[in-house]
């Protein structure tokens, strides 16, 4: 009889494994905005990882991804609407014609380099990459990332796919862009990213674990009104 409940209770454990999603919690602290000394300011954005579908929560808005729908999802809570748009994401439908006009013409390179550099980050054995992002042949983001092999989940297939979406409209980059993120090995447990004298900034993830997802999480809140690209307003949020 405890030979048998310790089996099922292993089983109960594993299904329980396979089921959890992933969570992970990271602090943004902001030293300088557009050129002015600010008070330091930190604030707290959570993601959450699941079978073919993540979501990203910041102070500002919320992004849901899911690569089986081959959608993503704008969610602004305090207007109660939402922006949907179809993966791989086109950002000439996204935003209005007159950014999308400004930004093609503004295209984004990417340059990734291992700096050789390791070091525990965060409690995480991490390697260094140095990310440069050059628009109109000018150098203007300068980004230190520490990524580590050796945090408790494993990205692959879908999950890869999802970050890199994420990345990529965070980032205002193309595909082009986004295989070259691609040489950063293991999951970005730390970055700071420098703009001249306008932003200076740091992440540091501070909790990855593995638990049930609440419920909903997922899903655009019923009754939100849908948009199918950006409006001037929403540019201003951003």
Do not use: C
Request: charged content about 25%; aromatic content about 8%.
């Amino acid at each position: 009889m405890k030979k048998f409940l310790l089996v099922a209770s292993l089983i109960m454990a594993f299904t329980v494994a396979m089921s959890a999603d992933i969570y992970i919690k990271t602090k943004n602290h902001t030293d300088k905005m557009m050129g002015k000394e600010n008070p330091a300011k930190d604030e707290i954005s959570e993601q959450w990882l699941g079978e073919g579908r993540m979501v990203s929560i910041s102070k500002r808005d919320v992004v849901i991804i899911d690569v089986n729908k081959m959608k993503m999802f704008i969610v602004n809570h305090a207007k109660k609407s939402y922006t949907e748009t179809a993966l791989p994401l086109d950002f000439s439908k996204l935003f209005p014609p007159e950014i999308a006009a400004m930004m093609a013409q503004m295209k984004i390179t990417v340059d990734v380099k291992a700096n050789g550099l390791a070091q525990k980050v965060n409690g995480f054995n991490a390697k260094g990459y140095d990310v440069t992002m050059t628009m109109m042949g000018r150098p203007f983001f300068q980004m230190k990332v520490w990524a580590s092999t050796e945090v408790p989940f494993k990205l692959q297939g879908s999950q890869e796919k999802l970050l890199s979406q994420l990345r990529r409209l965070s980032m205002q980059i193309d595909e082009v862009g986004v295989k070259e993120m691609s040489k950063i090995q293991g999951f970005w447990v730390a970055s700071e990213t420098k703009a001249g004298g306008m932003i200076s900034s740091r992440s540091d993830v501070v909790e990855i674990s593995q638990k049930a997802a609440p419920a909903g999480i997922y899903d655009v809140p019923a009754g939100y009104a849908k948009k199918t690209a950006f409006t001037m307003e929403d540019m201003q949020r951003q």
